[in-house]
């Protein structure tokens, strides 16, 4: 059993940078390959950038792609995502996920999520 633990959200204006951190515990995070994804109110959850476990691959949403960067550190057991340029409509809940399989965009290919930190970009 994997836990997740996700900081680093906020209010910022638009142009603004944010990074977020989510701490896994309880499992061998090395295993897992891990991904973001992000829900606005009203809205399905949406596929934001997975990882694989040795951080040798990743994989952008073509809406991030350019601005958010995801990367991991496996002796911290961290998954970070550094996002740049924010826009008013990148507001919303971001959740970290890991899964046993292979990174991917899809959500039900991951089985531990995290509860997530609110991201609100100002105009």
């Known amino acids: 059993q994997v836990e997740l633990v996700e900081s680093g959200g906020g209010l910022v204006q638009a142009g603004g940078s944010l990074r977020l951190s989510c701490a896994a515990s309880g499992g061998t995070f090395s295993s897992y390959a891990m991904a973001w994804f992000r829900q606005a109110p009203g809205k399905e959850r949406e596929f934001v950038s997975a990882?694989?476990?040795?951080?040798?691959?990743?994989y952008h949403a073509n809406s991030v792609k350019g601005r958010f960067t995801i990367s991991r550190d496996n002796a911290k057991n961290t998954m970070y995502l550094q996002m740049n340029s924010l826009k008013p409509e990148d507001t919303a809940v971001y959740y970290c996920?890991?899964?046993?399989?292979?990174?991917?965009?899809?959500?039900?290919?991951?089985?531990?999520w995290g509860q997530g930190t609110q991201v609100t970009v100002s105009s």
């Open positions: 990882i694989s476990w040795s951080g040798g691959s990743t």
């Open positions: 996920a890991a899964s046993l399989h292979f990174y991917s965009d899809a959500r039900a290919n991951y089985d531990y």
